[in-house]
């Protein structure tokens, strides 16, 4: 990154990478997607305790189309999976997968005939954050490795 | 030219059926000519899963139904097992017992006011709500170490006993609790915005409620007067003293009231319980318990959202033959598709929003 | 409600009863439980006019097979009383409560979609809560926890 003076303004040079990951990772527009108990936590973490409006998270899109971040909040059930998948689908690149809690990540405590044992069956996780539910600063945690691994891996 | 009415699907995504829920509506303009609710998005086997757990194991479950209000759901089910057992609670753990679930009540009515207020186009109360349900989180956290899941309840009391800390962060939340109701009805109660979008919205018969099997603050905004606490008590309740208030015309402003007035009510509860909170006799504060003689019981309690009952059968095995779950929300979503017909578009998000359901509940 | 109280107003039909921890359970046979419902619930002293809950039950190895549940609750009075009918495994079938109770309706179809009991004269039996596509009915003993390759 270079810094310099020009006429009297201050320009900033860096690479368009960079500065696209930049941006990206500081703006991630989650999708309300909470399906159970971790949904609560989701929302306490937006609400003024927790404030994911610190990380440039608090608007959460309904649409798919207009979010970047999947927080799959809780259990994930045979019937439900075919409209999460659909829901990934409609999203648009560049996406991100967050699994929040035990069930997303691996089906959690209920290992029955109802229910997909983790997110990850059918659809590319990039972060998990155990816990049952997990707490709000989890997820602000995990959220925030997301923004790191956004800035580390290559721009998508 | 033809009529022709559209489909149009809400849910299971969407920000204000509060969960998997999906409702297909058959539109004709903005009328509501049909709607029919599609559940089992959230359906986990837990009837099942529970047939194949120790009756102890059940206890983690039993948060997992209702996760707005798990120290109700763990109550009822201790409360039923206990039946089950002819299992006597200290004093003191009764009233430790009312002042959790109570305080359990407030705070699902908080997340029910910000998030129903919220789909109604007023995001102010959401902010406000949670802030002071946080501090009952605060307060569950302190005693039982979950938030949301605490797990507290055990056979024959509590997993630990209540110290200072607890009466002193307990009464600091219900002395403060009373103008913070007054803030929110500031803001709604009578806000022309939101009698407009309420009132005469949803409205429901005593007749209809009770055929249709609706109980809780749904049944009491009809006008039905019926709270288990009061009709049937248990651990204690008939040494408290507070009321039930009961609505006129059962439409969405009444389930409002309700839930607002049960708010105060059941900080006056717990206040109550700390106060009265009498000494440890030296008795343990939860049983030991191996045997499970055969039998069969039904316990319901007044959770949140309506009667909320375990039928428990066992065998004499460590597990039960069988747990069934009442589902207060399960039921009371059944009468959804009669209260939509002939309403507006706008008025599904704020009739869906009354029932206060917890789709954990209604499909297990 | 007492069981002398009941005995006086559907004794024709008791077959059972059992009275554990102070609940009163009658057992009836199936044809008896729309006209032992309608007498619980339009009888004035009895007054059972709410329909808490209706769902089934797996006894394998015993016979009959199945069972299925009804609690009723009066607002009135406050009394309980629970209702147990047996099926048999080969012939799971019995009368809809809906006439009397809408409350039924998702009740009905719960129990049906969890056991396979039929409940004829119904008005929309089909599953409700199971994933679409599944095979077997989950609560069943017989049904594996995990479910099977098909699910």
């Given amino acids: 990154m270079g810094v310099t003076r020009l006429g009297g303004a201050t320009v900033i040079t860096d690479s368009l990478d960079w500065i696209i990951k930049w941006s990206q990772r500081n703006s991630l527009w989650p999708m309300s997607f909470g399906l159970a108990c971790c949904a609560i936590e989701m929302i306490s973490a937006a609400a003024a305790r927790y404030d994911m409006a610190r990380f440039g998270m608090e608007v959460f899109r309904p649409s798919p189309r207009q979010a970047d971040c999947m927080i799959v909040a809780g259990t994930i059930t045979r019937k439900m999976q075919p409209a999460v998948k659909r829901l990934y689908e409609q999203m648009a690149e560049p996406k991100w997968v967050v699994a929040m809690g035990a069930c997303a990540c691996s089906g959690g405590i209920f290992p029955t005939y109802a229910v997909v044992q983790g997110a990850e069956e059918f659809l590319p996780v990039d972060i998990y954050i155990p816990g049952c539910p997990a707490r709000p600063e989890a997820l602000i945690d995990g959220l925030i490795k997301l923004q790191q691994k956004i800035k580390r891996d290559k721009v998508r | 030219m033809t009529e022709e009415t559209i489909t149009l699907n809400l849910g299971p995504q969407h920000p204000s059926t509060h969960g998997v829920l999906r409702v297909l509506l058959e539109l004709d303009g903005e009328v509501i000519v049909d709607a029919k609710p599609d559940i089992g998005f959230l359906h986990r086997g837990l009837e099942k899963l529970s047939e194949h757990r120790t009756y102890q194991q059940i206890l983690i479950l039993t948060d997992r139904i209702d996760y707005l209000a798990a120290m109700s759901n763990n109550f009822a089910y201790v409360l039923a097992v206990e039946k089950l057992l002819e299992l006597e609670v200290p004093k003191r753990a009764q009233y430790i017992r009312v002042a959790l679930v109570e305080l359990q009540r407030i705070a699902s009515h908080l997340f029910w006011l910000g998030t129903h207020a919220h789909d109604l186009g007023a995001m102010t109360p959401l ?228 029932i206060d359901i917890v789709l954990a509940e209604v499909d297990r | 409600m007492t069981l002398d109280g009941l005995t006086e107003k559907i004794g024709d039909y008791i077959k059972e009863t059992d009275s554990f921890r102070d609940e009163v359970t009658v057992t009836v046979d199936r044809d008896a439980i729309i006209p032992v419902c309608r007498i619980l619930k339009e009888d004035a002293d009895c007054s059972f006019d709410f329909l808490s809950d209706c769902c089934g039950l797996d006894r394998l190895p015993e016979t009959p097979r199945f069972m299925v549940v009804y609690q009723l609750y009066s607002l009135r009075y406050g009394h309980r009383v629970r209702i147990k009918v047996p099926l048999e495994e080969d012939d799971a079938e019995i009368e809809s409560l809906t006439p009397l109770w809408k409350a039924a309706n998702w009740l009905e179809r719960e129990c049906f979609d969890m056991f396979g009991i039929r409940f004829t004269g119904h008005p929309d039996l089909r599953r409700i809560i199971t994933p679409p596509g599944l095979e077997g009915y989950p609560l069943k003993k017989d049904f594996p926890l995990e479910g099977s390759e098909t699910t």
């Fill in chain 2, 127 to 354: 902010f406000y709500a949670l802030r002071e349900r946080e501090d009952i989180m605060d307060i569950f956290e302190a005693i039982s170490g979950g938030r949301l899941t605490p797990s507290f309840m055990r056979f024959g009391g509590l997993a630990a006993d209540a110290d200072g800390t607890f009466v002193k962060n307990t009464k600091k939340f219900t002395d403060a609790f009373a103008e913070k109701v007054d803030d929110y009805e500031n803001l709604l109660t009578e806000n022309p915005m939101w009698l407009s979008r309420t009132r005469t919205v949803g409205m429901m018969s005593k007749e209809f409620c009770i055929n249709t099997g609706i109980s809780g603050p749904m049944a009491r905004a009809a006008g039905i007067e019926w709270d288990l606490r009061k009709s049937n008590p248990y651990s204690s309740y008939e040494d408290f003293d507070f009321e039930i208030p009961t609505g006129l015309q059962g439409d969405v402003f009444d389930c409002y009231m309700m839930r607002i007035r049960e708010m105060r009510e059941s900080a006056k509860i717990v206040s109550q319980a700390v106060d009265g909170l009498p000494e440890s006799d030296g008795s343990p504060i939860k049983a030991k318990v191996n045997k499970f003689p055969a039998g069969e019981v039904y316990h319901s309690i007044e959770s949140p959202r309506g009667e909320l009952g375990f039928y428990i059968v066992s065998d004499g095995g460590k597990s039960p033959a069988r747990l069934r779950v009442r589902p207060p929300s399960f039921v009371n979503l059944q009468g959804v598709g009669e209260l939509l017909k002939g309403r507006l578009l706008s008025d599904a998000v704020a009739i869906i929003g009354m």
